[in-house]
């Protein structure tokens, strides 16, 4: 095993900027053969909020863990032949470049692309398209209140639950404070699976027999009342319909866009350093034998 040399002096140095001083070797706190590792290094794991004994600890775990990699390191450049380190230095180089070219593309993308979609086009690609957006689950429109055991206004609350009318949305509103879990929102899509979850008596087995178009039902066990309204059922298999799936068809459309523009880019910019001249092709010269 190659030595590790530490300063334990230069490491309390590091914990308190009073005691900075000028270290030789580039300040350096640790080395494992040619390699350096430097106060600068250990700053960046440092900060204001730890005390002088954590900081020695956090500073010793970290060359500590340098170390290792830098024996490992050294050990895997000994062992592994010239051909596969040549390999390794290639797909480093490859994923240095895809980094930057990446955060290039992201930041165009995010400055200059059109990341609106209109309703037409929501509609349009749904159309198109509507095949592969069959359901795998029941959806349901509904509401729904869960009150507690003895609830004292429960006739009221059912009546109003039931007949939904402006005056009945302002009172339920008011006295959902009261209530354990509620949603008046009758008009979104939500699965039945997450109906089931809420109310302890229905199970995938029973289901079908609440989550029926136009159905009002009332539950009750040792902990409260379900009030439940279905509005709406859609069944497994039929076609899901777009207000349930239009982030989906909206993150697909601006997918695409995006792939779009990033052709777009690479082209225009290849054009743009051929007409300057800044990128040629010589010929290729076949190498003749005689």
Same mark, same amino acid.
């Given at each position: 095993? &190659?030595? @590790?040399?530490?300063?334990?002096?230069?490491?309390?140095?590091?914990?308190?900027?009073?005691?900075?001083k000028?270290? +030789?070797v580039?300040? %350096?706190?640790?080395?494992?053969? !040619?390699?350096?590792l430097?106060?600068?290094?250990?700053?960046?794991i440092?900060?204001?909020?730890?005390?002088?004994?954590?900081?020695?600890?956090?500073?010793?775990?970290y060359? &500590?863990?340098?170390?290792?990699?830098?024996?490992?390191?050294?050990?895997?450049k000994?062992?592994?032949?010239?051909?596969?380190?040549?390999?390794?230095?290639?797909? @480093?180089?490859?994923?240095?470049? !895809?980094?930057?070219i990446?955060?290039?593309?992201?930041?165009?993308?995010?400055?200059?692309?059109?990341?609106?979609?209109?309703?037409?086009?929501?509609?349009?690609?749904?159309?198109?398209?509507?095949?592969?957006f069959?359901?795998?689950?029941?959806?349901?429109?509904?509401?729904?209140?869960?009150? +507690?055991?003895?609830?004292a206004?429960?006739?009221?609350?059912?009546?109003?639950?039931?007949?939904?009318?402006?005056e009945?949305?302002e009172?339920?509103?008011?006295?959902?404070?009261?209530?354990?879990?509620?949603?008046?929102? !009758?008009?979104?899509?939500?699965?039945?699976?997450?109906?089931? &979850?809420? @109310?302890p008596?229905?199970?995938?087995?029973?289901?079908?027999?609440?989550?029926k178009?136009?159905?009002?039902?009332?539950?009750?066990?040792?902990?409260?009342?379900?009030?439940?309204?279905?509005?709406?059922?859609?069944?497994?298999?039929?076609?899901?319909?777009?207000?349930?799936?239009? +982030?989906?068809?909206?993150? @697909?459309?601006?997918?695409?866009?995006?792939?779009?523009?990033?052709?777009?880019?690479?082209?225009?910019?290849?054009?743009? %350093?051929?007409?300057?001249?800044?990128?040629?092709?010589?010929?290729?010269?076949?190498?003749?034998?005689?």
């Amino acid at each position: 095993m &190659q030595k @590790i040399y530490i300063s334990v002096f230069t490491v309390m140095l590091l914990v308190s900027c009073s005691y900075f001083k000028t270290e +030789p070797v580039e300040e %350096a706190v640790a080395k494992v053969g !040619d390699n350096y590792l430097l106060k600068s290094d250990i700053k960046k794991i440092l900060n204001s909020n730890i005390s002088r004994e954590d900081s020695l600890i956090v500073v010793n775990n970290y060359i &500590q863990s340098w170390a290792q990699q830098q024996i490992l390191l050294e050990k895997a450049k000994i062992n592994l032949s010239e051909d596969k380190q040549s390999e390794f230095e290639d797909l @480093i180089k490859q994923y240095r470049a !895809d980094l930057f070219i990446n955060a290039y593309k992201e930041g165009l993308i995010a400055k200059s692309m059109d990341t609106t979609v209109s309703q037409e086009e929501l509609q349009h690609f749904y159309e198109e398209h509507k095949i592969n957006f069959k359901l795998n689950e029941d959806l349901v429109k509904l509401r729904y209140i869960s009150l +507690p055991s003895g609830y004292a206004d429960l006739d009221h609350t059912k009546e109003a639950f039931q007949r939904f009318d402006k005056e009945d949305k302002e009172y339920l509103k008011n006295s959902a404070i009261k209530f354990k879990a509620y949603t008046f929102n !009758d008009s979104i899509w939500v699965k039945s699976s997450s109906v089931v &979850q809420k @109310i302890p008596q229905i199970n995938t087995d029973n289901k079908d027999s609440y989550l029926k178009k136009e159905h009002f039902f009332e539950l009750s066990d040792s902990l409260g009342v379900y009030l439940v309204a279905v509005n709406e059922v859609l069944n497994r298999t039929e076609m899901a319909p777009l207000e349930y799936v239009e +982030p989906t068809v909206k993150k @697909i459309i601006l997918n695409k866009r995006k792939l779009e523009f990033i052709k777009n880019l690479e082209k225009d910019l290849l054009d743009e %350093a051929t007409r300057k001249k800044e990128f040629e092709i010589f010929e290729i010269k076949e190498k003749t034998t005689e």
